[in-house]
């Protein structure tokens, strides 16, 4: 996961009237009056900021900082004593994120109480830094934070998001596991050039009322493209749930422009072990893209692990919803009892208001371990966004164990693949299979006899030895065919469903194989 230093707009930011707490030089001075806020003004400025030519914002840290490594870093704990909040008998309490490591860009963060905003000042003796090494007093009063968390009263100990490093940010659902991440923006992912990563440089958080289960967060961002203003409205529960309004200025033109940007990890699984070097089975935070398009159709996409960087557009037009789901619940298929990689949480967009004409893009990665983000999903708009315009965005995160909406039909619950061929027969020449299995909808009706066909369409080689039966252990059908590939290893990209009577019994599955050079391809 890559992160970028922190804007910095100082003569901009001093214009504005309520701008004052958002530029205190220091903490050790006395905290700055409360000022006037809304949603309409942190909009208006972000408006305004990109009028004006993007400012870095960086600033040096303390040496002692800069050097903490992964270990020293984690050690620093923030003191639950003293959350925002603690004491005021809400369902919320916030506490803040230190600075270091991956995290050198300071974030300025407001609480918002009857429309007025005070920023809260870093304070040494908000943190334990006993087992890190550094010494509180050394540190300067004006440190700030690098991000927030935020604790729902039903578990004071565990927090049910955070937003930590550029725009980055995460939730749990009712298994209390983190996993994959949400970004505010992603722009230029995938092109030949790099990526530009924008951050939340400030944040004001609303005081919420002491019987609401829900909390309000406002954000502003910013980066050399583009401005933007954020308004989060978070309610915890067995699923969690983001409402997002996104009000974007673009600087210049952009190339790439990537809403409700996903990001997650996928280094092996059953369809795809090529680095299946580790003793786990699996090792992965999603194990596939669903897509639910404007045109009614369901898509299984599985993920990947490719040898070379894949990129994948899915043309639609008022998109019903995307995700990066993890579908396999199973804990023997991970073996993982550290990290859990079965409660992992699925995180479903679901696109409000209008979203017109583009492209839901999916962005694999090769990697090698566990520890690298390689997966990238997000929306793009068919037209390219200009310098000037207001863009706007509403869309809500489902953060939980399954989405808010299901197929009708049956869905894919496991994607198989190896050497292809008959057994017992020697293999004059090398195939591909596919096993792929599906359970629900109206499999369960149909009788032994049933004529069910799957039909397989691929956009290169050869298909044979194509197969559709009931797989009586998960009560549904596993669909089997084997690929020649040509000689080439470009990418071959195969559709896939079950019909019956003319009739779709399943979502589409849809696949993106890479055959092997020739010399790997092996007859064994």
Not at 290 to 316: C, K, M, S
Not at 433 to 452: H, K, P
Not at 459 to 480: D, T
């Amino acid at each position: 996961m890559q992160r970028r230093h922190f804007v910095h707009t100082l003569g901009a930011l001093a214009t504005l009237p309520w701008a004052d707490s958002l530029l205190a030089a220091s903490a050790s001075q006395p905290a700055p009056a409360a000022q006037p806020f809304d949603h309409a003004k942190l909009k208006g400025h972000a408006r305004w900021l990109s009028e004006r030519p993007y400012q870095t914002r960086s600033r040096r840290l303390p040496a002692a900082v800069e050097a903490l490594d992964w270990d020293r870093y984690q050690s620093i704990r923030f003191r639950p004593e003293r959350a925002l909040w603690r004491d005021e008998g809400l369902r919320f309490q916030a506490q803040f994120f230190h600075l270091g490591l991956f995290f050198k860009s300071p974030v300025r963060i407001h609480e918002v109480v009857d429309g007025q905003a005070r920023e809260i000042a870093y304070r040494a003796s908000m943190f334990d830094h006993r087992q890190s090494g550094l010494d509180p007093a050394a540190l300067p009063g004006d440190l700030g934070f690098a991000g927030f968390r935020l604790n729902f009263h039903t578990d004071l100990e565990r927090d049910v998001c955070a937003f930590l490093g550029a725009s980055y940010f995460r939730a749990v659902g009712g298994q209390w596991q983190y996993g994959l991440s949400a970004r505010g923006l992603a722009i230029d992912t995938a092109m030949p050039y790099p990526e530009e990563f924008p951050d939340f440089t400030a944040f004001w958080l609303e005081r919420p009322d002491p019987q609401s289960s829900t909390v309000v967060v406002h954000a502003l961002l910013d980066s050399p493209s583009i401005a933007g203003a954020y308004r989060l409205r978070i309610t915890p529960g067995d699923t969690l749930v983001m409402d997002v309004d996104a009000s974007l200025y673009p600087r210049k033109t952009i190339e790439r422009l990537g809403i409700a940007p996903l990001t997650s990890m996928y280094q092996v699984g059953e369809n795809d072990r090529r680095m299946g070097y580790d003793w786990r089975p699996e090792i992965h935070d999603s194990d596939g893209l669903a897509l639910w398009t404007g045109a009614g159709e369901w898509i299984w996409r599985p993920l990947t692990n490719p040898r070379q960087l894949a990129f994948n557009a899915f043309q639609d037009r008022q998109p019903r919803g995307f995700g990066l789901l993890q579908r396999d619940r199973n804990f023997e298929n991970y073996q993982d009892d550290g990290v859990f990689y079965e409660r992992r949480p699925s995180l479903w967009v679901e696109p409000r208001g209008d979203w017109g004409d583009g492209s839901v893009q999916l962005v694999e990665i090769p990697t090698v371990d566990e520890t690298f983000d390689n997966i990238v999903a997000f929306w793009n708009p068919r037209r390219k966004p200009q310098a000037g315009e207001e863009l706007l965005y509403s869309y809500r995160l489902h953060w939980g164990t399954h989405p808010p909406v299901q197929p009708p039909l049956a869905r894919c619950v496991a994607t198989r693949t190896g050497l292809g061929g008959v057994v017992g027969r020697p293999r004059q020449y090398f195939s591909w299979r596919f096993a792929v299995d599906f359970t629900g909808g109206d499999l369960s009706l149909l009788g032994r006899n049933a004529n069910v066909k799957a039909v397989v369409t691929p956009s290169r080689g050869r298909v044979e030895i194509v197969s559709a039966r009931p797989l009586h252990s998960i009560g549904g059908y596993r669909a089997m065919f084997d690929l020649v590939p040509p000689e080439d290893t470009e990418p071959i990209t195969i559709r896939l469903y079950l019909e019956h009577a003319g009739q779709p019994l399943t979502e589409t599955w849809l696949y993106q194989w890479s055959p092997p050079p020739m010399t790997e391809r092996k007859l064994y």
